[in-house]
């Protein structure tokens, strides 16, 4: 089974950074799509950030310019740079994986957002 542990989380100050990491075993990391969902209370889950095996990478419209997705094949660790934290990024943010056709998430990690 894929396991997926986020870490990295906690309480910052808006304008402030994180970096947040999930550390991966099982699976096939390096051929699989790896991303970063998130959810607030009373809000949906949303995809933040996803990188593709070959390197590409997406983000949601609201946190382009200061999020940054990225991948240690190495080691099996995907991370999120987080820079000019807003409010409105507090939330939990999973780690997700997907490969064919399969999606595993991690159990998450807090991101909570002063101002």
């Known amino acids: 089974q894929v396991q997926l542990v986020e870490s990295g989380g906690g309480l910052v100050q808006a304008g402030g950074s994180l970096r947040l990491s999930c550390a991966a075993s099982g699976g096939f990391f390096s051929s699989a799509s790896m991303g970063w969902d998130r959810q607030a209370p009373g809000k949906q889950r949303e995809l933040v950030a996803a990188s593709t095996s070959s390197g590409s990478t997406n983000y949601a419209d609201a946190v382009k310019g200061r999020f940054t997705i990225s991948r240690d094949n190495a080691n099996n660790t995907l991370y999120l740079q987080m820079n000019s934290l807003k409010l409105e990024d507090a939330a939990v943010y999973y780690c997700?994986?997907?490969?064919?056709?399969?999606?595993?998430w991690g159990q998450g990690t807090q991101v909570t957002v002063s101002s």
């Open positions: 997700t994986y997907r490969r064919n056709g399969l999606v595993y």
